[in-house]
């Protein structure tokens, strides 16, 4: 069975930083890419950030872009969301994706698997 954890997650103060972890299991995603979106109640769910295979390509939403940071270990099959210059508005439940194509994507389409989630709160 595969799954995705995440961890990492907690209550911050605005300009904080916070660090999340995905840990894959089941299968790994050593050819496939991952990302991070985040969701808050009553909103559809939004991309913050995908990586490609190799981590050689990352890509960001502009509302994040310059403030977080993706990144994998394959040893471990993990990716990463390093979050700086944290805002009230980055408040919301994070979710690790992997997804079975070989493309960056930036929607939800794009993914197959996803984790539970992880609860972000950033306060003013």
């Known amino acids: 069975q595969v799954r995705l954890v995440e961890s990492g997650g907690g209550l911050v103060q605005a300009g904080g930083s916070l660090r999340l972890s995905c840990a894959a299991s089941?299968?790994?995603?050593?050819?496939?890419?991952m990302a991070w979106f985040r969701q808050v109640p009553g909103k559809e769910r939004q991309f913050v950030a995908a990586?490609?295979?190799?981590?050689?390509?990352?890509y960001y939403a502009d509302s994040v872009d310059g403030r977080f940071t993706i990144s994998r270990e394959h040893a471990n099959d993990t990716v990463y969301l390093q979050m700086n210059s944290l805002k009230p508005e980055d408040t919301a439940v994070y979710h690790c994706?992997?997804?079975?194509?070989?493309?960056?994507?930036?929607?939800?389409?794009?993914?197959?698997?996803w984790g539970q989630g992880t609860q972000v709160t950033v306060s003013s």
């Open positions: 990586i490609n295979w190799n981590g050689g390509s990352t």
């Open positions: 994706a992997a997804s079975i194509y070989s493309g960056i994507y930036s929607n939800i389409h794009g993914y197959s698997y």
């Open positions: 089941g299968r790994t995603f050593h050819s496939n890419p």
